[in-house]
């Protein structure tokens, strides 16, 4: 109603679909269903071209599409092996299928705009918060699931603790506590902001592109085909802000498990 009378004579259906999810249920227990749709369609396209992919494999002679992939691959393992350096962590095909799950999902709801002018069958499933926040807690969970396994649990609970000072005794031993809590708060703020990054991005994105069609007329024949391409940039930035953000929290939580005692040792020493 209120985009209806802001926007006399222009036909603000198209616009109140891409802010509005469809729904069955409410409250908590409401399911997206156009999110759940294009969901399984990404998922589809992504099995099918994996699927073409292990086909089209070829030594000697490998297709542009194989090439292609392989560039993304190599490319990949080379910022994990610079992230995570020697550690025995191998996050390789997570942060691969992570990556090209995200791409293809922050493209899917671009260039059928130009076609269909509707977002009901055609949303990127990131344009729904509720799949970003999942994405993020996923790979929040992995990061402590990492962090244990390499820590050990005693290391993963002390590292808390350890970094302020050696000593839990003393004047300064409170900041030990302080600092545990300010972890705390970091790790939860974690998945929000990683979440909202990519959701804000392209829910803006689309968004922007559903306005030029709708109020541009004539004009978004240009205007169109300008911001899907730039929106295509942002999708790719942001499918590789969010890989990269996932492999840098899980170096982070995998950092030397003796670096927090052999600080801990060093600081002891030089007091004595």
């Known amino acids: 109603m209120l985009l209806t009378s802001a926007l006399p004579g222009i036909d603000t259906k198209p616009i109140e679909e891409e802010t509005v999810h469809k729904t069955i249920g409410s409250g908590f227990l409401a399911i997206n269903i156009d999110t759940i749709i294009n969901l399984l369609i990404v998922s589809v396209i992504f099995l099918i071209g ?151 991005n392209i829910f803006v994105g689309e968004l922007m592109l559903v306005l030029i069609i709708v109020l541009l007329s004539y004009a978004s024949v240009i205007a169109g085909p300008v911001w899907v391409g730039f929106s295509i940039f942002v999708g790719a930035v942001q499918a590789f802000i969010f890989t990269m953000l996932t492999i840098a929290y899980i170096a982070m939580g995998t950092e030397t498990a003796h670096s927090d005692d052999e600080h801990a040792e060093g600081a002891t020493a030089a007091a004595h």
Do not use: C
Request: aromatic fraction near 18%.
């Open 50 to 200: 994996a699927w073409v992919l292990r086909r089209q494999l070829r030594r000697d002679r490998p297709s542009r599409f194989q090439v292609i992939v392989e560039m993304i691959i190599d490319f990949l393992n080379g910022l994990i092996r610079d992230t995570l350096g020697t550690k025995p962590i191998n996050i390789a095909p997570l942060a691969i299928s992570l990556f090209t799950f995200l791409l293809l999902s922050n493209w899917f709801g671009l260039i059928p705009f130009l076609f269909f002018k509707s977002p009901y069958f055609f949303k990127s499933p990131t344009n729904d918060v509720n799949v970003a926040f999942a994405l993020a807690i996923m790979s929040i969970v992995l990061l402590h699931i990492y962090s244990i396994r390499f820590r050990t649990p005693k290391g993963y609970v002390k590292h808390y603790f350890s970094v302020v000072t050696p000593r839990w005794l003393g004047p300064w031993g409170w900041t030990r506590v302080v600092f545990a809590f300010l972890e705390l708060i970091q790790e939860i703020s974690r998945p929000i902001t990683l979440s909202f990054r990519l959701y804000f």
